[in-house]
């Protein structure tokens, strides 16, 4: 359990009535590779040496907390999660810690949280993850799409019915950290002991009795892993979530419609192959090709960010698994500075913003060191693949020039498809693996391996944050309302086990007619108040959202998702663009660990 190291001061009133009765709710490398140093990067060589750069234009941090203004809070309206335009002031001109106006308190949302010190000093490279990283998806289009795409499939490809392409998608419904039963057809929520908190079939909530029932048995702990489950861990699993709840409610009232011996297993596996195919066949990328301002947030503060990183002297590098032509459309509409018109014919300047781009990476297999996939260079221009001694230029069958002819001013910049995490130490003259951060938006894909196995720093993005903050913010009186709550429970139950206690035990001439009556009152005192703290925990999740609650929490527990940002990310915060708001010298440090017994002495 952490405590902000430097805690937003509550000015709250605690002059509430105590009483249970008054009303509280306020609305409130393959090691034996071998690179020539031509491939070192420069930055990597001469750290520090590039030139200091500004960005221009009046940058604009908010001196003070916003979050003092109260703001109407939409019950499970998660828009602003994504909707975000990046770090902009309000004349549109990108914030960053290096220009005359940075370097001023962070608004609580685009904040940098940390879980495990980290000193920038330290880090000779920054690498990123492309997408939902740099580039934030619209769910509302972008997994909507998603959606679509997977019915047709299913419908065209797999013999389900065609009434399903009537259907349509809440894109708000489905969160992440959310595990799917697929053999009972539910989905869950979890808390860090993945003991399952919420519960729905379908759309249908289990009650107490039916959730304990199905996955009570503390005795037998599942995993909830994979083959039988499978994990809600990134945003463009949310439209495959809700398709499986849709089709589980589905085959539960028209079990004659499914295709024969479609259990929800099966099904499950169905939209799992066609929304894999939606990710393969062009689907989705020919869309988001066509007009990536539908599909993709722009971000202008994603250049100044990666600017000043470079000019503090890291390297900078992209790690993705989407391949180069794609991966040169999206990292174009997020780098280009825009024309008049919004539209600039593709071209290669956002290399310029790179040491090194490695594609199609395979993620997460990408980062176990003896992984032996081949490195080919990739030729912009043409998009053409060519061989690679293990990132060494190859004399070509039939040319005498070992060299990949990069033109223009981007030939620093070297583009590449596969390989492994030896490689890009290679290239990049990476002495040890604690030297590069990587930031990115899968636990498992980005966070996991890479901090575990690999031993890199990590940040992950998570989007849903700042929203998730600004409500805790918002909601700060009523928590700790609820907290009241819960202790006064406690408190009238020592009572009642007292009493109960001197009934049982002691003096036989105790008035016992009174010690009744009294046991009777606090008995209804503690259901009184036992029912409000239930009727307001739920309404307080579900200002966060209506079906999931809280991202982080389940109840007074971390939800399973929470846990394994904690312990898996160094670094968390809810935009990549926010690692421009502080010196990319910053040493993080993370907030006091505190344990229940250090609680009521915390000393503030
Ligand atoms: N074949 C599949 N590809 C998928 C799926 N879900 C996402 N993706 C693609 O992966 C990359 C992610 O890139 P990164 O920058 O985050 O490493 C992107 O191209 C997605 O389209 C899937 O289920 N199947
Ligand atoms: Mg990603």
Redesign the pocket.
Known sequence: MRIPRNPVSVSVSVSFCLSFLSPFLSSSPSPSLTFSSQFLSKSALSPGKRKRFHTSGSSQLHASYPMNESRGTVVGDQSSNFLHLGNIDQGQKPCVWSSPEGGRKIEIGKRIFCNRSLNMKSIVAVGF?????LAQYKPETFESLAYEGTIKKLVNDLGYPRELLDWSFDWKYMVRGLVLDKKRGNILKMDRHKYVKVAYHGFKELSKEEKVGTYGNTLIRDSFDEPDYALID?L?SLAEAYLFAQLVDYRDNNPGKVPAGADYSWMYKDVRAA??LC??DGT??QMVAKDPKRYINEDTAIVPMLKMLRDSGRATFL????LWD?TNIVMNFLCESRTINGSNPINFDWLQYFDVVITG?A?PGFFHEDNRANLFEVEPESGMLVNTDNGSPMAQMGSSSPTLSLKGPNKMCRVFQGGSVGHLHKLLSIGSSSQVLYV???IY??ILRSKKVLGWRTMLVVPELEREVELLWELRDTRKQLRLLRNQRDHIEDKIHRLKWSLKFEDVNVDEKKISSELDELESQREQVRLTHQQSQRECHQKFHKVWGQLMKTGYQNSRFAHQVERFACLYSSQVSNLGLCSPDKYYRPSEDFMPHEFDIIPW
């Open positions: 993850d492309m997408d939902y990283t990134t463009f929304v894999d990710h393969r989705l990328k790690v993705t698994n989407s794609y990476s993620k990115g938006d899968h894909g980005d």
